[in-house]
């Protein structure tokens, strides 16, 4: 639900599931997303949130699963991811974490199991 100017999306497009709930809020500028996103799992939870430059991720992301727990966290630019990245079990407990550079793994990586303990430990150039 949005509208088009000149054939392309132009503001605010709210898309919905057929149940009736709202699957995203996106912005659009010239036809390409921009600016802060939304999306909703079908049970109305939060899936993800983020902000897009150019019709690319830019900046911090959460991604959650449909209990409403959060699954991941990085940071985009463009197409990559930079920084520090994290994963998590859908209990809420850490999973994986590093860093990225440039999109790419970088210094220390870390995995663990459901009960806490390192079950991977890796170190990347």
Same mark, same amino acid.
Request: charged letters at 30%; proline letters at 1%; hydrophobic letters at 20%.
């Given at each position: 639900m949005g509208q088009y100017i000149i054939g392309k999306k132009e503001g605010l497009? @709210? @898309?919905?599931?057929?149940?009736?709930?709202l699957?995203? #809020?996106?912005?659009?500028?010239?036809? #390409? #997303?921009?600016?802060h996103s939304e999306k909703y799992h079908d049970n109305g939870k939060l899936k993800s949130v983020g902000n897009y430059s150019n019709n690319r991720g830019n900046g911090p992301w959460k991604i959650y699963y449909s209990n409403g727990q959060l699954k991941g966290k990085m940071v985009w630019s463009g197409i990559k991811i930079v920084g520090l990245f994290e994963e998590y079990f859908e209990t809420g407990q850490l999973k994986r974490k590093g860093n990225y550079n440039n999109g790419k793994k970088t210094g220390q990586w870390i995995e663990y199991g459901k009960d806490g303990e390192i079950i991977k430990n890796e170190k990347f150039n």
């Amino acid at each position: 639900m949005g509208q088009y100017i000149i054939g392309k999306k132009e503001g605010l497009w @709210e @898309e919905y599931y057929s149940n009736g709930q709202l699957k995203s #809020k996106l912005n659009y500028i010239g036809g #390409k #997303k921009e600016g802060h996103s939304e999306k909703y799992h079908d049970n109305g939870k939060l899936k993800s949130v983020g902000n897009y430059s150019n019709n690319r991720g830019n900046g911090p992301w959460k991604i959650y699963y449909s209990n409403g727990q959060l699954k991941g966290k990085m940071v985009w630019s463009g197409i990559k991811i930079v920084g520090l990245f994290e994963e998590y079990f859908e209990t809420g407990q850490l999973k994986r974490k590093g860093n990225y550079n440039n999109g790419k793994k970088t210094g220390q990586w870390i995995e663990y199991g459901k009960d806490g303990e390192i079950i991977k430990n890796e170190k990347f150039n």
